[in-house]
């Protein structure tokens, strides 16, 4: 039970919806815009945050769009990882999102709302950071921006006072490119990740992201670097792919830092021997 | 909706029949049903959307009770397993023991009745994707398995 009280709007419009936010915050209370609201619920029942009001963004059209427009692939922040994953639009994507939470979980959970999460995870972010997607965000004025994915998902999504995302948008041409996704857990098939690994093969170069493996998800580019100067093939020497990776790795009750490494290497390994295998 | 500013009075459309209901807009649809309206086949148990034994369904979709705002669905239809009547999805799972204590089976038969009802030709990996959403603990998920394939090889329809 959430033990604290809170107002609900559910606005039509991006306008509406901004208008609602000013409007609350005229009268000092504190908005949280919502989507599929898993992860506010489970956190007001424990106490861990609290809002004066929700504003509700589902019924907003353009944050519900699915398909293609303008040889993009647009996905509406409130779609559910359920309508993400059985498009099939981008198999990538349908492929890390089969992953996250179980199949019930993922008829509530929102693409937003997974790129938003406080956790660490966030394993939806990995296929639109490999495919250098941008995301409409919505102003508190009313008005909409559109910004590289790169510029605003450094770690964590910087979004400004009363903004948004409406919309997740990515070239079609990234979207049927030769991919990798592999997830490990500490036991159970349903669980965070210790260590989920994505990849893309781009023009022959390899990009590859991760969550789980560091506090935030991440695209290794100082890696994706030195893959594309080295020859096409792996030579069998993850040392020297190893060395080029952050070296913050977590080191916690879950995985042990030297675990998740060794993980790391066997996914990094598993990732190159398929991807060459296809483009042999 | 007849609301004040964190409330109000609403109508719920629950197995077919429109309930009025106060609500608090904090409220969960497991509390509103449950405290509320006395349904209480949605067992409260995780309250964190991770063990499936508050299944509901949505407009026909799965979704975890605990989870769901009522102020949510106003104006959805809201299948509860006092809803599911005359079909054969209980009956499959006592003739194949799908059940021991009792405390997760309406869960996995809602569930069970959603998957037949979408997926009529739903496959091994299917089965098993949409029943990972449901946590038994003293039953056995073969048994389980076992009653939904029999369930997908007859109908929902007794």
Redesign the interface.
Same mark, same amino acid.
């Given at each position: 039970?959430?033990s604290?009280?809170?107002?609900?709007a559910?606005p039509q419009s991006i306008k509406e919806a901004s208008e609602t936010f000013q409007q609350f915050k005229r009268e000092n209370k504190k908005a949280i815009y919502y989507a599929g609201?898993?992860e506010f619920?489970?956190r #007001? *029942?424990a106490g861990e945050i609290k809002a004066d009001a929700?504003i509700?963004l589902?019924q907003v059209k353009e944050c519900q769009q699915i398909g293609f427009a303008n040889n993009q692939l647009v996905v509406g922040a409130t779609r559910t990882l359920t309508d993400v994953e059985e498009g099939n639009f981008y198999p990538l994507l349908s492929d890390v999102i089969?992953h996250i #939470?179980? *199949?019930? #979980?993922r008829?509530?959970i929102t693409i937003g709302g997974n790129l938003m999460s406080h956790l660490a995870y966030r394993e939806a972010a990995l296929p639109f950071l490999l495919a250098d997607s941008t995301l409409e965000i919505a102003t508190m004025d009313g008005n909409v921006r559109q910004v590289s994915i790169h510029d605003i998902f450094k770690q964590d999504l910087h979004l400004s006072e009363g903004e948004f995302i409406v919309q997740i948008m990515t070239d079609e041409k990234f979207l049927n490119m030769p991919h990798f996704h592999s997830k490990k857990t500490k036991q159970s098939?349903?669980n965070y990740p210790i260590v989920t690994l994505a990849a893309l093969r781009v023009d022959e170069k390899i990009r590859v992201a991760l969550s789980g493996a560091y506090p935030y998800p991440t695209r290794l580019l100082k890696l994706e670097k030195l893959m594309a100067a080295a020859s096409k093939k792996f030579d069998g020497n993850i040392e020297r792919v190893m060395k080029k990776l952050p070296t913050s790795i977590i080191d916690d009750m879950y995985a042990s830092l030297e675990y998740r490494k060794f993980l790391l290497e066997r996914s990094m390994i598993d990732m190159f021997q398929k991807l060459e295998r296809m483009s042999s | 909706m007849d609301v004040s500013k964190t409330g109000g009075l609403v109508k719920l459309k629950i197995n077919g029949q429109t309930k009025e209901v106060s609500i608090r807009f904090a409220d969960t649809l497991l509390f509103t049903l449950r405290e509320q309206l006395g349904l209480m086949g949605a067992k409260p148990s995780c309250h964190n959307g991770d063990c499936g034994a508050c299944t509901i369904l949505i407009d026909e979709i799965p979704f975890n009770a605990c989870h769901l705002l009522t102020a949510e669905v106003i104006g959805k239809n809201i299948t509860t397993i006092e809803g599911l009547k005359d079909i054969t999805v209980q009956e499959a799972f006592i003739k194949h023991w799908a059940l021991q204590c009792g405390y997760c089976t309406p869960g996995f038969i809602l569930n069970t009745y959603a998957l037949v009802k979408s997926k009529p030709n739903a496959t091994d990996k299917e089965i098993d994707e949409w029943l990972d959403s449901n946590i038994c603990r003293c039953t056995g998920y073969q048994e389980i398995k076992a009653a939904v394939k029999s369930v997908l090889q007859s109908g929902v329809s007794s």
């Open positions: 039970m959430i604290f009280d809170f107002e609900y559910s609201g898993t619920i489970s #007001a *029942r929700i509700d589902k089969q #939470a179980h *199949r019930t #979980a008829n509530k098939k349903l | -």
